[in-house]
């Protein structure tokens, strides 16, 4: 059962007198409108309710694209570790690299043909200097040739 503002009143100003009566109504609206407001201020309207859940979806939606440009950025990340597939690559790499007696007979080889490559040069030289000097030669008795005749006339 409620009680309006004027059944208040009139039950009111039957017992006490209109003034009281109407200065008591007042005072009880009064401390009704107060607890009314005070009531809004704590409890939690429709509208508080819908901007939480519109604020609660929309950082929901933020994590998640942050959750997803984590995980692209770890993918990345991911690809530049080394995997054992990568490793035994490398261990077929590295099989195929020289040894040090490897080494030591490719030394000896080079240094077989360097030597064989020294004796062809020196022949070489002999026979460039035989053949400049059969020129030089030729050279000297054109000149002498040329200069007879020159003379002789």
């Known amino acids: 059962m409620t009680v309006s503002s004027v059944q208040l009143y009139k039950i009111l ?3 006490i007198g209109g003034d009281e009566a109407q200065a008591l109504a007042e005072y009880v609206h009064e401390e009704v409108q107060e607890q009314l407001e005070n009531s809004k201020t704590v409890l939690a309207t429709k509208e508080d309710m819908r901007n939480l859940l519109l604020s609660t979806k929309e950082d929901m939606q933020n994590l998640l694209l942050s959750t997803k440009e984590d995980n692209k950025t770890l993918e990345l990340q991911m690809t530049q570790f ?10 077929v790499q590295l099989a195929q690299f020289a040894t040090k007696d490897d080494l030591q007979k490719l030394e000896l080889k080079v240094s077989g043909n360097i030597n064989g490559l020294e004796v062809k040069m020196a022949q070489f030289e002999a026979r460039i200097t035989r053949w400049m000097f059969i020129f030089w030669a030729g050279q000297i008795g054109v000149l002498i040739a040329v200069l007879k005749l020159f003379f002789k006339n």
């Open 13 to 15: 100003e039957k017992r």
């Open 82 to 91: 080394a995997t054992k597939k990568d490793f035994q690559k490398l261990e």
